[in-house]
């Protein structure tokens, strides 16, 4: 998994709540193996018009958000159907961290998971920032997952929480698999010290 510690990064808002997981990644997608590119189904009936082409008033096919990073969202965002497909879809895009008052829980473990960092805001805090986004797009934001902070463009800084193990994960870009392996040697030494006592 890649080392999540700083991004600062464009960020898109998506100015809509409850956007839901089959709207992130419609549902006769969910099939595709995840060697393919997942970027290429997200918010595909949304970001694309009947005939195929992209739809130009779709915020992610604005010029200026085309290198964004950050997606910005009003409360219950990915809420629905346990799709992992949806965290794929924003990952494989590029996008590395998503803002908003609330989201679906599962679509945030899913998303710890697999190096896509939730940050939770208040809803006023958002609110304002996605009127920031719109009204200057293209503009930045950094979050430290060090310092557990968003600095918004401009230049206030909000705390945010997070699991210290999803945080240790993401610092050191390992996911529960390889911290377990991590832990190797402790267990060995756990096992021959149990075998002993328990002769």
């Known amino acids: 998994m890649e080392r999540f510690q700083r991004l600062d990064a464009i960020a898109v808002p998506i100015a809509r709540p409850n956007v839901d997981t089959d709207q992130i990644t ?9 060697s393919d590119n997942h ?9 694309r018009l009947p005939d195929g082409t992209q739809d130009p008033d779709f915020v992610l096919n604005r010029p ?20 992992e497909n949806a965290v794929w879809g924003l990952y494989d895009y ?15 473990a899913n998303g710890l998971k697999n190096g896509l960092l939730p ?5 006023e805090v958002v609110a ?3 009127e920031t986004l719109q009204a200057e797009p293209g ?28 945080r240790h994960c993401l610092l050191n870009g390992v996911d529960e698999l390889e911290y377990t392996r991590e832990l190797a040697p402790e267990i060995d030494a756990f096992m021959n010290r149990y075998g002993r006592e328990n002769r």
């Open 26 to 34: 419609p549902a006769r997608f969910l099939h595709k193996p995840r």
């Open 94 to 108: 590029g996008f590395r961290a998503a803002i908003a008052p609330s989201f679906g829980d599962i679509f945030a």
């Open 64 to 83: 200026a958000y085309a290198d964004a990073r950050i997606i910005v969202a009003e409360r219950n965002f990915a809420c629905g159907s346990s799709r």
């Open 139 to 166: 503009a930045s934001v950094a979050i430290d997952l060090e310092a557990q902070t968003v600095t918004l463009p401009d230049g206030t800084v909000h705390p945010f929480e997070i699991d210290p193990f999803s």
């Open 128 to 130: 304002g920032l996605i």
């Open 39 to 47: 970027g290429n189904y997200l918010f595909h009936d949304v970001r």
């Open 119 to 123: 940050v939770r805001l208040p809803e």
